[in-house]
């Protein structure tokens, strides 16, 4: 079975500095892994994915992430937040075979101070 | 840009009764979703549909619970009697696979169920 865990529920950081959310997954095949972000009321939106090929894939908003294969990590970042980057985010993982549903992680809070 | 849109925002339903949550998935896309989100908790898998038929569903889709197309641009979970445990946030997602089951999904913005 697949599983995905973001190791911080909340991540309290001042406006303009960097960030990493952490992601680890186990799954004993290979996996898509994607980024969404839930601002507050709203549904999910991709920030990035990955698939294959370059290890680092950037995605909107100015977020990157690197995909990790020995270390089983899929690690989110941005080199400078803003308070509108204050949201909820989710790692979630989907398997190559099969019908694409995604497993997701438990979240991570992040909230951006002035 | 295309987006998935749910009906209603929010519901509020009487333990016991029917409820039947709307999805207008992206009108090009052949693959469906069903997830939930329980307060404080992670969004789970449902159930997946594509071609007219459930290809996945989780343990949490049990008998209560059923997904229909019933013409071509809506996509619907009906919770046949619903429990209190049923109340959270529920999101419906679609995809079109070109070439593979490499799209991402896309979200509406949920219907949040109450159950009373």
């Known amino acids: 079975a697949q599983s995905v865990t973001q190791l911080d529920s909340q991540v309290p950081v001042f406006e303009e500095a960097p960030v990493e959310l952490r992601c680890n997954y186990s799954s004993s095949v290979s996996v898509y892994l994607f980024w969404y972000v839930q601002y507050p009321n709203q549904g999910l939106q991709l920030l990035l994915k990955y698939l294959s090929g370059s290890t680092l894939v950037k995605g909107i908003n100015g977020f990157e992430a690197e995909f990790n294969k020995s270390q089983t990590s899929f690690h989110l970042r941005k080199p400078s937040v803003h308070i509108s980057d204050t949201a909820e985010y989710f790692c979630a993982v989907s398997l190559i075979t099969q019908g694409g549903k995604l497993i997701f992680g438990q979240g991570t809070e992040l909230s951006v101070k002035p | 840009e295309p987006e998935v849109t749910q009906t209603p925002s929010h519901q509020v339903t009487q333990m016991g009764q029917e409820v039947i949550l709307r999805c207008v998935p992206i009108?090009?896309?052949?693959?469906f979703y069903w997830y939930r989100q329980i307060l404080g908790q992670k969004v789970e898998f449902l159930v997946s549909?594509?071609?007219?038929?459930?290809?996945?569903k989780s343990e949490i889709f049990d008998d209560q619970f059923s997904v229909e197309r019933p013409d071509g641009s809506n996509f619907t979970l009906k919770i046949r009697s619903t429990k209190l445990e049923d109340s959270a946030m529920y999101f419906c997602?679609?995809?079109?696979?070109?070439?593979?089951?490499?799209?991402?999904?896309?979200f509406g913005d949920g219907t949040r169920l109450s159950i009373l």
């Open positions: 549909f594509y071609n007219n038929e459930i290809s996945e």
């Open positions: 997602a679609s995809t079109w696979p070109r070439g593979g089951l490499d799209q991402p999904q896309h």
């Open positions: 009108s090009n896309h052949l693959y």
